[in-house]
């Protein structure tokens, strides 16, 4: 089954600033890479996901970027806001991307410094 | 459109005693799917169920039994619970097709003492 790691498990940044998260994958054969958004005692939201034929995909201020080759995505938030201040989750299929759920990393708790 | 729900919100129960997690979803998905949320260990996979009348492991599967009777329920048991299974569980589903987004459940709190 898939492998995902992913870095790092805590990210304080001040308000402003950009944060970066990376994610890295063990099955060639996934072509599906979303990034959840968890905050506290709520349930995972979908802020961006990319597919394997893309190698980068923005939406306002958050972005991913994947390197197939490398086997690993990335997601950057610029002009961080005190809102973006959460637990951040990437992912994978587990089986390449068939019904099969998804293998999550292990979450970066993301904290927006004042 | 609800989305998807969960019941109950919170539970606790004893080692040994059994309950079940209701999921219900009105999107019209086919696939379903049980995660477990423990701390520092993002989400893993209990079962999943690819449509009405199936259901395959993930994960983590052992202690945990599903149903899957109607298309938008999906039903996780526990039959003799254990206080590993102190977690929280969410419920997710999504479309068939390859790459739709998955919506998760708001989660059910369950302790095991």
Known sequence: GENVEQHPSTLSVQEGDSAVIKCTYSDSASNYFPWYKQELGKRPQLII????????KKD??????????AKHFSLHITET?????????????????GADGLTFGKGTHLIIQP | NAGVTQTPKFRVLKTGQSMTLLCAQDM???????????????LRLIHYSVGEGTTAKGEVPDGYNVSR?????????????????????????????????????????????
């Not at chain 1, 996901?49 to 980068?56: A, F, L, Q």
């Not at chain 2, 019209?28 to 993002?42: S, T, V």
């Not at chain 2, 999504?94 to 790459?99: N, V």
């Open chain 2, 28 to 42: 019209n998905h086919e696939y379903m799917y049980w995660y477990r949320q423990d701390p520092g260990m993002g």
């Open chain 1, 60 to 69: 306002q201020r958050i972005a991913v970027t994947l390197n197939k080759t």
């Open chain 1, 81 to 97: 806001q005190p809102e973006d201040s959460a637990v951040y989750f990437c992912a994978a299929p587990d089986s390449g991307g």
């Open chain 1, 49 to 56: 996901d990319i597919r394997s034929n893309v190698g980068e």
């Open chain 2, 69 to 113: 009777l109607k298309k938008q329920n999906f039903l996780l048991g526990l039959e003799s619970a254990a206080p590993s299974q102190t977690s929280v569980y969410f419920c997710a589903s999504r479309r068939e097709y390859l790459g739709y987004e998955q919506y998760f459940g708001p989660g059910t709190r369950l302790t095991v003492t």
